[in-house]
């Protein structure tokens, strides 16, 4: 929604009052200063959109489900997406969302671009519109929730890998595959898509788009995009290979992040980013917390957090992150009753699992689908604190080991949030001595 079409409405009302409905707050404050501003939040009570009658028009936070709204609204992405000068880059998908944004970010600036990185990640990108210019390049994180009442595409649109994921918010798998397909939906033929091959409900995004699209894959080579093969980062357009760089280049560890990685650089390719540039990036950029993030090395076994995950596929990528062997925390609440098959095939399958710590109310469920009368894999339970899980992988780690908090559960119940159990799991293995 445009600016000049917002100060149409003598009386706006924010609904949601956390970070984006801050920012709608500041937002409205300048650029519509003579509107009556109504602020409520679920916090309020049962009834707290009683009264959204007596506005004009709402501005919609991400969490808050558009069917509660009766009159005309918009929200924060939205407004962005409709006055922002220069282009946008827009990042979705279940999950590496806020590493591709963050490296093609970075990708951006090391070439020089006038780059602002906002969305799920960041600030809200409402909050820098006005520094915004022609030459300008946002990168934004963009969650379903954002994208479920998208009415404008980003001029690059990037889909990565589509699981099961926020099916407590959506109302089934098809909604949520739906509210993604939205970064596309809106395209003309000027813009890129750039769109994950290894994974169904993303490859099968492309139809929704009018852009020129490209593929990434860290599976198999692509006519035009860019893949991962021989140990080689290639991107191909029109017939012609562009070799970006050598894999063992790349500092992310596991190759789920070759996903991302692949992702990144072909919209920093299609930018204009040099190779030199791109694998620069490449060469040095850790990761984001709470993501594999490496905390420390002690007597020769590395501590990572990687506490961001929250879903079955995310512990599967970290276990096959490494080679070396692993000690696994994994378990957590079953808010989302997600299905563990696939990861007890995982854990039964891999080689070099030498303990599991189980932890929390899923921990059970995850124990039924993994054993196996003929594993060696040492298991410890019954763990009620970070204290007590850090000792007992300490207790057990050899030099060469890995020690890696991948619960593939949400937090809830131990801990607040994603957050606190990494910044716990972070306290802990610092202490050690």
């Excluded at 944004?101 to 951006?108: F, N, Q």
């Excluded at 969305?119 to 022609?134: M, Q, R, S, W």
């Excluded at 994950?196 to 993303?202: G, K, L, M, Q, T």
């Excluded at 593939?408 to 001595?433: I, T």
């Amino acid at each position: 929604m445009k600016i000049e079409d917002i100060k149409k409405n003598k009386k706006i009302l924010i609904v949601g009052y956390g970070v984006e409905g801050h920012a709608a707050e500041k937002f409205l404050k300048k650029y519509v200063p003579d509107a009556e501003i109504g602020i409520v939040d679920q916090k309020d009570g049962a009834g707290y959109l009683d009264r959204q009658k007596d506005y004009d028009l709402a501005i919609k936070s991400p969490g808050v489900k558009s069917e509660l709204i009766q009159i005309s609204y918009t929200t924060l992405t939205n407004i962005f997406l409709s006055n922002a000068k220069g282009k946008a880059i827009g990042v979705t998908g279940t999950k590496g969302k806020g590493t591709t944004s963050s490296l093609i970010y970075e990708m951006l600036k090391k070439e020089g671009v006038d780059a602002y990185l906002g969305g799920n990640i960041g600030e809200p990108a409402v909050n820098f519109l006005d520094k915004l210019d022609t030459h300008s390049w946002t990168v934004l994180e963009l969650s379903s929730f954002q994208l479920k009442d998208l009415k404008k595409s980003p001029h690059i649109a990037v889909v990565l890998m589509i699981t099961s994921d926020h099916l407590d918010h959506h109302k089934d798998l098809s909604e949520y595959i739906d509210a993604k397909r939205n970064i596309l939906r809106f395209q003309t033929a000027d813009d890129f898509a750039i769109v994950n091959r290894d994974y169904p409900a993303s490859n099968e995004s492309d139809i929704e788009t009018q852009g020129k699209v490209f593929y990434v894959s860290r599976e198999r080579e692509t006519d035009n995009g860019c893949f991962v093969i021989g140990g080689k980062v290639i991107v191909r357009k029109n017939g012609s290979d562009n070799e970006i760089g050598d894999t063992k280049e790349i500092l992310l560890p596991g190759k789920h992040n070759y996903e991302n990685v692949c992702a990144a650089v072909m919209a920093a390719n299609t930018v204009g980013v040099s190779t030199k540039n791109i694998i620069s990036v490449l060469k040095s950029f850790k990761g984001l917390e709470h993501r594999l993030e490496l905390v420390r090395e002690i007597g020769g076994v590395k501590y990572y957090d990687d506490s961001f995950s929250t879903t079955p596929e995310t512990a599967i990528a970290a276990i096959e992150a490494f080679n070396s062997p692993e000690i696994l925390i994994l378990g957590g609440s079953g808010v989302r009753k997600n299905d563990f098959s696939d990861l007890g095939r995982v854990v039964r399958e891999a080689k070099n699992i030498k303990a599991i710590i189980g932890i929390g109310d899923e921990w059970h469920e995850i124990k039924s689908k993994i054993q196996d009368p003929r594993s060696k894999i040492l298991i410890i339970e019954d763990a009620t604190d970070m204290k007590t899980v850090v000792s007992a992988a300490a207790k057990v780690a050899r030099s060469g080991d890995v020690v890696i908090l991948t619960p593939g559960c949400v937090s809830f119940g131990m801990f607040a949030n994603y957050k606190d159990r990494g910044e716990q799991f972070k306290r802990e293995v610092l202490a050690l001595s």
